[in-house]
């Protein structure tokens, strides 16, 4: 089945390490996203891409990088930068045509330990 | 900027009866979609309702259904004959017809269905 998997469902960092959110889609999707959803705030844009090579910041990208070196993955690092990094990160996917919205992950949640 | 606001942070409502959760949104775009994701405790996301802008019909999806009030900006959804199953956050979502497809969210509705 089509999908995207987000691993680790759990992760723990140490103050002052980076980490990597996985993210991978099997539903050849152009454009991937990534989100910070913390309570009371809703989600929160933190980086997309349209296309391979290619991709922009969203509302809350300090702290955070990403690459898009095949259509599939969509990894993101959370920097020692990220000053408040624990959060529930969701991962998106949409085929471009605008009226299908959004395929979600399952989300990863990272906590700094 | 696009923002999408959700003045209801919890609701609740017996199960079987009818409940309704509030949107409104600011655009200055003449095309654009809308939709409602709910987001149980397992916390995946999941597409309840979409609206074209440009439709004036109201979208329904089984017991879900949508009031769209382009003028005013507004796009509340309702649930009927509400099930324990419903019990969830649900999330207004924006998005332009434009490039860049990027959603807006509200902060969310914390629906509880009380048996």
Known sequence: ?????????????KEGQNVTLSC??????????????????GLRLIYYSQIVNDFQKGDIAEGYS????????????????????????LCASTPGQFFYG???????????V | AQTVTQSQPEMSVQEAETVTL?????????NYYLFWYKQP???QMILVIRQEAYKQQNATEN?????????????????????LGDTAMYFC???????????????GTSLTVIP
């Open chain 1, 102 to 112: 959004y395929t979600f992950g399952s989300g990863t949640r990272l906590t700094v």
């Open chain 2, 63 to 83: 017991r879900f259904s949508v009031n769209f009030q382009k003028a005013a900006k507004s796009f509340s959804l309702k649930i009927s004959d509400s099930q």
């Open chain 2, 22 to 30: 509030s949107c409104t949104y600011d655009t200055s775009e003449n």
């Open chain 2, 93 to 107: 979502a924006f998005m332009k017809h434009v490039s860049g497809n990027q959603f807006y969210f509200g902060t």
């Open chain 1, 1 to 13: 089945d089509g999908g995207i998997t987000q691993s680790p469902k759990y992760l723990f960092r």
């Open chain 1, 24 to 41: 991978e889609q099997n539903l050849n999707h152009d454009a991937m996203y990534w989100y910070r959803q913390d309570p009371g705030q």
């Open chain 1, 66 to 89: 990403v690459s898009r070196e095949k259509k599939e993955s969509f990894p993101l690092t959370v920097t020692s930068a990220q000053k408040n990094p624990t959060a529930f990160y």
């Open chain 2, 41 to 43: 405790p397992s916390r």
